[in-house]
C-alpha cells in the first residue's frame, strides 16, 4: 500500500512542478514518518527514498539506530533546548528553529562535536496562535544575528500552512513565505542562505510547489493516517 502511495504522491510532485515550469530536481519529497514503524520507514525506503522527517526527539533517535546510514533525518517538530544535543550530529536539517535561544543552543551543541547544523526558520505566516514559529516581521533581525554563528548554516524558511478545507486557500501562505525569502535573498548576508523553502503538506504540497517550494513534507498521503492512541 505504502508503494502506491508513494507513486501516487510522485505522480501529483510531477505533476505541480509541471503546471509551474519547473524540473524535478527542485523539489525533495521528505517522507513524514512520524509514529510509523520502522518496519514501514523501511518499504519507503526500498522504494527509494532517502529523506524522513520526525517531529520527536527520541523518535527520530531510535529509528535513526535502527535504519540504514544514508537516510537524511529530517527534524520537522518544536524542538526543547535540553534536547538538542541528541540530534546535532544526526540530522540533515532542522526545520523548526524559532528563536535566537534555540539557535544559540544549538550552535553551542553543535560547537561541542565538531558539526555544523543546517537549519530553516520557522515562519508563523498566518499568525495562528495555536503554532509555533517566527513572525513575518522577526525573521530578518533574527537571520541578521544567526548569520554571525559559526556551526550553524541558515539554509532557508519553513511554514506549516492552517488545516484548510480547499488547498488553493493556502496559496497567499505559500506566496508569502517564498516573497519573504527573496527579501532576504537581497540583503546578500554573509553566510546566509534561503535556497530551500519547506512548505507543504499531504493537504496542499501540490499547491506550494506551484509557489515555489523545494521540500514538502508529507506524512498522511505516504504513510496513511496516524493513529495517536496506541
Ligand atoms: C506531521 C507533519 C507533517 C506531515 O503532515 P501530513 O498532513 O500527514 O502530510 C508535515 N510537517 C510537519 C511539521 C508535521 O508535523
Redesign the pocket.
Known sequence: MVKENLEEVEKKIQGALKRAGRSREEVTLIA?S?TKPVSMLREVYDAGVRCF?E?KVQELTEKWEQLPQDIRWHM??HLQRNKVKYIVDKVELI??VDSLRLAETIEQEAAKKGVTVNILLEVNVANEESKFGLGVHEVLPLVEKIAKFPHLRMKGLMT?APYVENAEENRSVFRTLQKLSVDIAEKNIDNVSVEILSMG???DYEVAIEEGATMV?????IFGE?NYDI
Open positions: 513524514v512520524k522527517g517531529n520537522i517538530g526545520h523548526s506549516i503538506m499531504t493537504n513534507r508529507v506524512g498522511t498521503g496516524r
